[in-house]
């Protein structure tokens, strides 16, 4: 008897098909988790090892999900979700904030929602000092204060991942290109990475706003809503990817793709991937304001960019490995690695004839679909809910 097969599991996931891009893994395998860390990953582990089996046969089994760009400061900020709604109760493990603290509310996070979460939080802090408790967040140059920002960075160093700035009327209009160069700098003393939104739903900007922003990105940084159909986005009017936009790629900007009630466009997809510009990361940017209406879940995105022709190992990098990467949390999260933290999210892809539906209202059919079905979070395991749609997970049945 060898020391492996001696061993004891408190959790053993059998059967599935586990996906892992990050150790280029893809293959049937038993998953065992103790203490709630990664034990083992074997092609076979004794059922008589373990004092709990859950059977994934015919299921993917992937590292946690992270959402790489949501708002979950619930009863801080308007548009705050609960954690768990959007988190382990949906399949997701880790949930990046983007933005929605500045540096007058973030001490909230770690004293209110975070000890109430069961999910894993990496909050980016806002620049606007109220974060996204109000919109507009800056109108003024005195809404940013970048010594107190730069104050809490230092005192919450432990639960800061980034720097968030959104390019949106009124703020750009009113501090132009100090906005961004203001925050790049907040981001640049701290050293952490800057996540820029662009694509403004207000319509009032030029198309061009924020093109000028990518030239101050550097490796690490992040550009958010690739896809947006709003001025201030990715491409030029006559449908051009910006040439600023891939300079910024070339140096090592990473590309995100939060979906959010308003800035995802399949045909600005389609047209960005046909210039070669591959996105790094997929998320929701699910807050209060788009849960039920156009966006629902982290795998419904997913789900989309299955039907934009990327692999279903392409998604599950770009929702595990890759988000990790962007918060620069990629030495803990986003692979399952022996003796890492046991996030696992168990998920189902479904065939049917499903119907998907952007940010304009536009309709694309599809014949996979992703759905959660167990998620397990620092070895404790959650059980999805029924789901957002009155009829649970998956996207609207044609048929
Ligand atoms: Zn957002």
């Known amino acids: 008897m060898n020391d492996s097969s001696s061993e004891s599991y408190d959790l053993l996931i059998r059967g599935g098909t586990v996906v892992d891009p990050a150790a280029g893994l893809d293959a049937v395998r038993d998953v065992g988790v103790r203490d709630g860390v990664i034990a083992r990953i074997d092609t076979r582990i004794d059922p008589a090892s373990a004092s709990r089996i859950i059977d994934a046969e015919d299921r993917l089994v992937v590292p946690g999900l992270i959402d790489g760009h949501a708002h979950v400061m619930d009863g801080v900020t308007p548009v705050g979700l609960r954690p768990d709604l959007i988190g382990v109760e949906a399949g997701v493990t880790t949930i990046v904030d983007a933005g929605s603290a500045g540096a007058s509310t973030f001490a909230a996070f770690p004293r209110y929602i975070m000890p109430n979460a069961k999910t894993e939080i990496l909050p980016f802090l806002h620049v606007g000092r109220t974060g996204l408790a109000t919109i507009p967040e800056v109108e003024s140059e005195s809404d940013i204060d970048r010594e107190a920002s730069l104050a809490v960075i230092e005192r919450h160093r432990q639960h800061i991942y980034g720097v968030k700035v959104r390019i949106v009327w009124p703020s750009f209009e009113a501090l132009g290109m100090d906005l961004p160069r203001i925050s790049r700098d907040i981001a640049r003393e701290a050293g952490l990475p800057l996540m820029v939104h662009i694509g403004d739903t207000a319509g009032r900007l030029q198309s061009s706003a924020g093109r000028d ?187």
Do not use: Y
Not at 254 to 259: C, F, K, S, W
Not at 263 to 276: C, H, P, Y
Not at 317 to 334: S, Y
């Open 213 to 399: 922003a990518l030239e101050l990105l550097d490796r690490g940084d992040i550009v958010t809503h690739l896809f947006t159909h709003h001025a201030g986005g990715a491409l030029d009017e006559d449908g051009t990817v910006w040439p600023q936009l891939r300079d910024a790629v070339d140096r090592g900007v990473m590309l995100d793709t939060a979906h959010g009630k308003g800035n995802f466009s399949f045909e600005v997809a389609r047209r960005i991937l046909d210039q070669g510009i591959r996105p790094d990361c997929i998320s929701t940017d699910l807050a209060a304001a788009g849960l039920q209406e156009v966006v629902f879940s982290l795998t419904d995105v997913m789900t989309r960019f299955l039907r934009l022709g990327f692999s279903v190992s392409e998604v599950i990098a770009m929702t595990t490995i890759k988000p990790a990467t962007a918060a620069g949390v990629e030495h803990r999260l986003g692979t399952l690695g022996i003796g890492r933290q046991a996030d696992i999210s168990i998920l189902d892809l479904r065939h049917g004839d499903f119907e998907l539906e952007d940010a304009t209202g536009a309709l694309l059919r599809a014949e996979q679909a992703f759905v959660p079905v167990l998620t397990v979070k620092r070895g404790e395991i959650f059980t999805p809910g029924w789901g957002p749609r009155p009829w649970g997970w998956e996207p609207r049945r044609i048929a």
